[in-house]
């Protein structure tokens, strides 16, 4: 390139700067004076669109404002309080590309530590509220990597990931009938949501709630529950205590089974039931109530333990990486990935949330939930609670 030609680029170039400059401050300003700012925002979208890409704009945007992005939703942590001995209730505000939820759900929460990103489930634990807000309560695991960088380390200001807002257990449009909510440790917090929206409806139908705690210092909400159930005469609550002693009139001691459940709520096979808690929890309660109440729902925290004989291994393609493994068969297939230095995509790790769903283009799999075997092609394997049983050619 000669000198002149050289000119002309330079002089080229800075009006291009020039141009996208203009354009950039423009839009700024347009957004910053529009009323609806997220009109604002995707204007200023639309415009950028053609220079930057989603990538360099969240990199540069997060210097300004660590939860603007272009199409992720990410919330701050606005506020913390410690809601047991051992849990926390984080109030996050999102930015405006989390797109909401309805009491009972959950989210996934993904933080990086130590340069891996860490995704884990936490349910919201209060109704929408008006100023965009959303809460989750986190209990604190012994060794478990979320949880305690939440519990412990995590402060007002700090700003995590989001996804979508998941779960079928919600309330219905029409409420009629007589409702029993169970509720084990963690299980408390998408029933603490639903209790709060019946209340602020007016607790419009008989609710009663039995939490189980392994003592009086680990219950969440306890305080609270007792209010709205002296303020609502629908909606009655029971402590049950696994370690302790109960003590007050609204306590009782022991795990979940027949008849302490009898004694509680005696009416319990008239019930539409909800559950939620460690697999082992809700196991028992579905095997106490589905086949008596109304409608039985639940969801399980924690994987009951699976046992699977399929022994060996298989070899596992991953057509889109050209790669292929060797993995064990008894094992959940993000369990073997991950064993193999992979990190797809995961979420609740317990077929709820779809986050690690795959395609399968060959080979038979089996639901580690229901032992069902699967040999047709699928859009969306889940990789969590699916174990490899044949060799197998995956989109990954
Ligand atoms: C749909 C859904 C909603 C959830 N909502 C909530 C919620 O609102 N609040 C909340 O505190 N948790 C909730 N959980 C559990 C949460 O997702 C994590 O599993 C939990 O916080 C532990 O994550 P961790 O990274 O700290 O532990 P990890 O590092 O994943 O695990 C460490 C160890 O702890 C064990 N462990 C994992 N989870 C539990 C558990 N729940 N109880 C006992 N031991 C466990 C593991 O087996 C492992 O041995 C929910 C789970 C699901 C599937």
Known sequence: MGRGERIISAEWNIHLYRHVYLR???????????????????RLRRL?????????????????NRSWSWDRPLARIVAREQASRDAVTLVLKPNRHWTGFQPGQHLN????LNGTRVTRSYSLTAPPRADGCISVTVKGIEGGKLSRYLCQQAQVGDVLELGPAFGEMILPQRLQGRWLFLAAGSGITPLMAMVRTLAARGMPVPLDLVYWARSRDELCFASELRELAAAHPNFRVHFALTRELSLAADEAAGRIDAAMLRSLVSDADARHVYACGPGGFVDTARSLLAANVPTFHAEAFSAPPRVVEDNGSVQVTLAASGRTLS???????????????????????????????????????????????????VSALKLCISSAVGDLVLDL
């Open 109 to 112: 929460l993904s933080v990086e």
């Open 24 to 42: 950039l401050y423009s839009s700024l300003m347009n957004a910053r004076l529009k009323p609806d700012p997220a009109a604002g925002a995707s």
């Open 327 to 377: 993995v064990a068969r008894g094992q959940s297939l993000l369990t073997a990935l991950e064993a193999e230095g992979l990190r797809p995509d995961s979420g609740c790790r317990m077929g709820i949330c779809n986050t690690c769903a795959c395609g399968k283009a060959s080979g038979t799999t089996r639901n580690l939930n229901t032992g069902d075997l699967e040999d047709e092609p």
């Open 48 to 64: 950028l669109k053609p220079v930057v890409t989603p990538v360099v704009f969240d990199f540069w945007a997060s210097r300004f």
